[in-house]
């Protein structure tokens, strides 16, 4: 039955995009790229049946609460095994399972791709519609907004 071999090979060949920050037994917490996070921090964790990845996303919303969990909950019909959730202070983050016989290189490659698109085409409409006033604000105070990529993406772009 595939397991830990198969995910230290996976993120051992695929260290150029993939950073281990942690290793524990049957437990990885790897930073995945991301255009407008720059990083995305993701917990594996395997077990007898399968393997959980947990990834955080956003704190919860300011302001427009229900439009931003409403286009979380749109996001989830589209999002591969990938689900977004909130935890009691309303905090996002994603949650996958697969189950361990899955557990091969093409299904880890799509499993962090995937989880790369949700993110990054989710990220600016999240921000538009639960940070708003901030945003605004942050943009009339001389920082930066969304509208511009931020900074590490001029190294992402060169990548791609």
């Known amino acids: 039955m595939p397991g830990t071999e198969e995910i230290d090979a996976f993120l051992k060949a695929n260290a150029e995009h993939l950073t281990v920050i942690g290793r524990a037994e049957d437990v990885w917490d790897v930073l995945v790229p991301s255009y407008w996070k720059e990083t995305i921090a993701v917990s594996l964790a395997l077990s007898d049946r399968g393997i959980r990845a947990d990834a955080f996303f956003m704190r919860a919303p300011e302001e427009n609460a229900e439009l931003a969990y409403k286009l979380l909950l749109q996001r989830n019909e589209r999002a ?59 943009v009339r105070d001389g920082g930066p907004g969304i509208d511009q990529p931020p900074p590490w993406a001029r190294e992402w772009e060169k990548g791609t």
């Open 80 to 138: 591969h095994v990938w689900k977004f959730a909130a935890n009691e202070a309303g905090d996002v983050s994603l949650a996958a399972e697969l189950p361990r016989d899955a557990i091969a290189d093409d299904e880890l490659d799509r499993l962090f791709g995937t989880l790369i698109t949700l993110v990054d085409e989710t990220y600016v409409p999240y921000m538009k519609i639960a940070f708003a006033t901030s945003l605004e604000e942050q």
